[in-house]
């Protein structure tokens, strides 16, 4: 192979002048590796940034990883970005860039930041990728928005890709993204859940970190095959209606040798101040949200992902630690901002530049905040001072409502207004009800091994709390296993427990989460007005003796009106009188006791009276029966 690398330049000085700006958002189009044909030669143009290198070279199989066979040229313009084309080299080379720095004549070799496909771990070179797929979803991405509008039902499917099933009869591996393609949809879809969220997808060297330590940011990781297979997993769930959401971590990344830290020698990704730029949680480098070489490359990953791999959403991991400049740092461990506060104002304009960016260029995607504190507006519009998130995880519903259900039934009258608070502030943001795989690993247990009481008792509780889940305002998330009643805590290592399926208990939890996926779709109420006041209305929420909840749930229309009322106990109540503003009859439309799902199948008459007795401030009332440790629905007739 030739080693003469010749002048070529894939950037305008207006991509230049966009890149140091912070607004070059396709970043992906010009950096990295790209397969093109020069002068009638077929070869590849590579380009990186390094602004602290003296000389930059092409390493892989190609030269026999010798510096200096494939130097790179370092633009004029100050940009700090070096380039060249290579004549012969062809898809799938394995490559990584020498890089010599002016900081005391440091020698870095770095994978490509840019680079389409990496490596199976923990091998870490780059390789040479041209994408080539052609997409069937059209249909989907053309009524994209209305499936992902905020009044429509959003019922996330989450789940860690190595780990949903392997096959055991092949040494127990993890399906590929192609076997995924067929089993993951056709499960999914008989589960009736509207969207699957990936734990992150993108190449990350170290398995124990569930790929939270990104090293390929625009690479698919390569343990279960090709871009192109994932791209193929996501456009068959698209064409059987289901929605992709990517989990996507801007807040922090490892300090592998081959990863983004000292990139040039230099501190080029990370923020220079360690008390800005190191994560002590983590042990993990923080990014300079300042720079705004690094806010394009950041905001143009979040492009690549819904641009050519047709995301429809992502979920953003771990917004607190990025707004705040002491987050998990004790005094003296932080400094404050220019206005003596402890905002971190360079991450907040990013999140900004973030949302109005992605919302004004992809039609129909919803942003995603994992956000654990009380920040205000953060799924408020950028125009209005907000961060212009389209959800937020609601953290301190998913922690009260666990510490509640933990308890047993005997005690949760004593707490009625823990599993209420939740209420008043709901309608603070558009929140997202999360229980997700953090909630059921290091020493949390399982979802199910939370619930108290005896072996009927732990399953009714589990159903009772998916019932209230779905039926409280918001939109819902359920990590893997949780949707059969996984007993143990996730690993990460293993499999899902599918042989529990086997008993009726746990095939009764499964049936239980796929009607309340149903119910949510079809019933008007629990979602056309899911992040508005005017689609709650409590009934009574004061019943604390008895540890029971009524509340009603309202569409746009009053005839879709929907009744709720959750025993938290497992005394059922025969003659429960509830308040009711207007109607002749209830009808009951769900109830999580019914024998199907192993309840103990007490449930109402067909039609309910309702009677001119004025009960709980309302004109109306009507008696139901309540079952055990139950919830049940009704329309109000």
């Given at each position: ?22 607004k ?33 070279s092409v ?8 510096e200096?066979?494939?130097?790179l ?19 799938g080379?394995?490559?990584?860039f020498?890089i ?34 052609h ?9 994209r ?70 090293t ?14 994932l791209?193929?997993?996501?456009d ?11 989990d ?41 949200y ?20 047709h ?7 771990a ?16 400094e ?53 998130f ?42 997202m ?86 119910l949510y ?7 056309e ?27 746009h229309?009053?005839?879709n ?77």
């Open positions: 192979m030739s080693n003469q690398v010749q002048p070529h330049s894939l950037f305008t000085e207006f991509d230049i002048h966009l890149f140091k700006a912070g070059h958002y396709k970043l992906y189009e010009k950096f990295g590796a790209h397969l093109i044909e020069k002068d009638g030669v077929k070869g590849c143009y590579f380009a990186v940034w390094a602004p602290s290198a003296k000389a930059v390493i892989g199989d190609f030269n026999y990883w010798l200096g066979d494939h130097p040229q370092v633009r004029w313009d100050g940009s700090g970005i070096w380039e060249g084309f290579i004549p012969e080299i062809t898809q080379a394995r490559y990584k020498k010599h720095s002016h900081h005391n004549d440091i020698k870095t070799e770095k994978a490509d930041p840019y680079a389409f496909y990496c490596e199976k771990p923990p091998q870490t070179a780059s390789l040479t990728w041209k994408h080539d797929y997409w069937k979803d059209a249909s989907w991405m053309a009524t928005e209305e499936h992902n509008a905020l009044d429509r039902p959003f019922s996330v499917y989450e789940l860690h890709l190595g780990s949903w099933k392997r096959k055991v009869e092949d040494g127990g591996r993890a399906l590929n993204y192609v076997e995924l393609a067929e089993e993951l949809v056709a499960y999914v879809t008989k589960m009736q859940f509207t969207h699957v969220e990936f734990m992150p997808v993108m190449e990350y060297p170290y398995d124990p970190s569930w790929g939270y330590q990104l390929g940011y625009f690479a698919p990781t390569s343990r279960f095959g090709k871009p192109e297979d791209m193929l997993l996501i068959k769930l698209h064409q059987a209606g289901v929605g992709v959401l990517l996507w971590v801007p807040s922090h990344f490892p300090e592998d040798a081959h990863g983004l830290g000292f990139f040039d020698g230099s501190h080029l990704y990370e923020h220079p101040d360690r008390r800005r730029g190191y994560h002590p949680d983590w042990k993990s480098l923080i990014f300079n300042g720079r705004n070489e690094v806010k394009s490359f950041l905001i143009s990953n979040a492009f690549f992902w819904l641009d050519k791999f995301a429809d959403g992502l979920r953003v991991d917004v607190a630690s990025m707004l705040y400049l002491d987050y998990s740092r004790e005094e003296g461990e932080w404050p901002n220019e206005f003596g506060g402890r905002e971190n104002l360079e991450a907040i304009a990013f999140m900004k530049d973030l949302n109005e960016a992605v919302y004004s260029t992809f039609k129909g995607i919803q942003t995603i905040a994992e956000e654990s504190t009380s920040f205000p507006m953060v799924t408020k519009p950028v125009s209005l001072g907000g961060l212009g389209g959800m937020k995880w609601m953290m301190g519903w998913m922690h009260d409502t666990l510490e509640y259900f933990k308890k047993d039934s005997i005690h949760r009258r004593h707490h009625q207004n823990d599993i209420t608070f939740s209420m008043t502030y709901a309608f603070t943001e558009n929140f009800l999360p229980l997700s795989h953090d909630e059921v690993v290091y020493g949390k247990k399982s979802i199910l091994g939370r619930m108290p009481g005896d072996e009927w008792q732990r399953f009714a509780n589990l159903r009772l709390l998916f019932s209230y889940m779905y039926t409280h305002p918001g939109g819902k998330l359920l990590f893997m296993g949780g949707e059969f009643g996984q007993g143990e805590e996730w690993n990460f290592q293993n499999s899902l427990d599918w042989h529990l399926l086997q008993y009726p208990s746990h095939q009764g939890i499964q049936q239980l989460v796929t009607d309340l996926n149903k779709r079809k019933e008007p109420a629990l979602h007005k899911q992040f508005s006041s005017e689609g709650f209305e409590w009934i009574n929420y004061g019943d604390a003796e008895n540890s029971v909840l009524v509340f009603m749930r309202k569409g229309k009053e005839e009106h929907l009744v709720i009322a959750c025993n938290m106990t497992p005394v059922p109540r025969e003659d429960y009188r509830i308040g009711l503003p207007s109607g002749k009859s209830l009808v009951q439309v769900f109830n999580s006791d019914y024998k199907k799902y192993g309840g103990s199948g007490m449930s109402n008459k067909k039609s309910i009276d309702i009677l001119d007795s004025p009960w709980n401030g309302r004109e109306k009332s009507a008696s139901v029966v309540l079952p055990p440790l139950a919830m049940v629905a009704f329309y109000i007739s």
